[in-house]
């Protein structure tokens, strides 16, 4: 699955995993991702919705919600 996503994606997604809690849930600011990922707000933007594109998170302001992936065929 992983390799479907950018570097800026891989680096979100990762670090969502890293500071969600056992229901996947999380809820930093852009803000505070930008500064823990060192990009830029365009670049979350992006990576946020490539992430809700590809089936891996759902985000309704200011939760980030971690999907279980399908299996692999």
Do not use: M, W
Request: with cysteine; net charge neutral.
């Amino acid at each position: 699955h992983i390799q479907k996503l950018c570097a800026e994606e891989t680096a979100l997604y990762t670090l969502l995993i890293c500071v969600s809690d056992p229901q996947g849930l999380s809820y930093y600011s852009d803000r505070r991702l930008c500064e823990l990922l060192r990009l830029s707000n365009e670049a979350v933007l992006r990576a946020r919705h490539g992430l809700i594109r590809n089936g891996f998170i759902l985000y309704e302001r200011p939760f980030y919600q971690l999907l279980d992936l399908p299996a692999a065929p």
